[in-house]
Nanobody, 125 residues
Framework: VQLQASGGGLVQAGGSLRLSCAASALPFANYAMGWFRQAPGKEREFVASISRSGRGIGYADSVKGRFTISRDNGKNTVYLQMNSLNAEDTGVYYC???????????????????WGKGTLVTVSS
């Protein structure tokens, strides 16, 4: 199983980025997908998740209204559209997959089965 995250980079505060995570060797439609992030010196935290069906979606309070998670089961890819970025959004963003119920949206690191290597997002103020 491989989860390849991409799309990170350096952006000014107020800007936008779109992260992608392509899955391989994974029955993608059978897994809920999530994005987590880890800022320097901090623990990894939940950002957003989407259920297997795509109908269940959850966000951390800190990103609600600014970030949008989506998935394309035909492309085995999950996306994270990030708008109105601020310095507190800086960190390494990881995508992860969880084998859970059809409409369940995982929110904890321990609930995920597979992890990608992460992509760095740096927001300059």
């Amino acid at each position: 199983v491989q989860l390849q995250a991409s799309g990170g980079g350096l952006v000014q505060a107020g800007g936008s980025l779109r992260l992608s995570c392509a899955a391989s060797a994974l029955p993608f439609a059978n897994y809920a997908m999530g994005w987590f992030r880890q800022a320097p010196g901090k623990e990894r935290e939940f950002v957003a998740s989407i259920s297997r069906s795509g109908r269940g979606i959850g966000y951390a309070d800190s990103v609600k209204g600014r970030f949008t998670i989506s998935r394309d089961n035909g492309k085995n890819t999950v996306y994270l559209q990030m708008n109105s970025l601020n310095a507190e959004d800086t960190g390494v963003y990881y995508c992860a997959a969880a084998s859970v119920g059809y409409n369940y949206t995982p929110r904890t690191s321990g609930g995920m089965d597979y992890w990608g290597k992460g992509t760095l997002v740096t927001v300059s103020s």
